[in-house]
């Protein structure tokens, strides 16, 4: 009977390790997922992402991998004993990875309150253990017995599932900060409006702005000359000429 093997390079356990570096290879196996719903209208507001919602689903889904990582007998599964060995790393650095990096990065967000380099941190990392656990579920699959490759595949699923979400609230937050940083254009194309404070400070001489009491704003030009108050220089009385002496 021919025995199944399923290559995993040694380099994909030093990835995992270094989870701060991308990933290159090829994809992992995409669970199958729910099946697609309808569109919503095309005028719909998206759905405001929730962070706080995002991070106890990550929590719960590391907690259930954690769990299942722990239950599989990979010394078991038929393959050779090399194969076993680079399987058993590749367990261990996912278990390591879903027990102390993620939990450290989620506690960066939270300290944080959610800023983009923090978050983006812990996106990048849920992708690379997705990939590798997506992995290492082809290879339960293949080779271990059903009861390990069903929860694995769940929890796969339930990380991509995080990972998604996490993906939308980095975009809308990237989106308001630019909307924020980016000055608002008119639909007909003209200049944004200067605020009532900039207005007042560039108004010409004689031309004023008044609010009255029901909150009406209106424009008052003053057309009087400004009179400007006449300074007369006051002459310097000259010194009486003193009287010359008498001849004796």
């Keep these: 009977m021919t025995k199944a093997l399923v290559t995993v390079p040694l380099v994909c356990l030093v ?9 290159s290879g090829p994809q992992a196996r995409q669970p199958v997922g729910p099946p697609q719903q309808a569109q919503p209208p095309a005028n719909a507001q998206p759905v405001q992402a929730n962070l706080n919602l995002i991070i106890e689903q990550i929590q719960k889904a590391a907690l259930a991998t954690n769990g299942d990582l722990g239950k599989l007998r990979i010394e ?27 939990p450290g990065l989620i506690n960066d967000v939270e300290n944080s309150r959610g800023s983009m380099s923090a978050t983006f941190k812990l996106y990048h990392n849920i992708t690379i253990v997705y ?41 809308q937050a990237a989106s308001q900060l630019e909307s924020r940083k980016r000055s608002p254009a008119l639909p007909n194309g003209t200049a944004p409006v200067a605020s009532s404070s900039d207005a007042k400070s560039k108004l010409p001489k004689g031309v004023h702005i008044i609010t009255e009491r029901n909150g009406v704003k209106r424009i008052v030009v003053d057309d009087q000359p400004e009179t400007h108050a006449t300074h007369t220089k006051k002459k310097a009385s000259k010194p009486s000429p003193s009287p010359s002496p008498s001849p004796k």
């Design 76 to 102: 078991k599964w038929k393959t050779d004993g090399d194969q076993k060995d680079q399987l058993q790393k590749m367990a261990d650095s996912i278990q390591r990875n879903v027990t102390y990096a993620i």
């Design 15 to 23: 990835a995992l390790a270094a989870v701060a570096l991308p990933r």
């Design 131 to 171: 990939e590798y656990l997506s992995s290492l579920t082809d290879a339960a699959g293949a080779l271990g017995k059903r009861e390990e490759y069903e929860p694995l595949a769940n929890d796969a699923a339930a990380l991509d599932s995080a990972r998604q979400n996490l993906s939308t609230y980095i975009e």
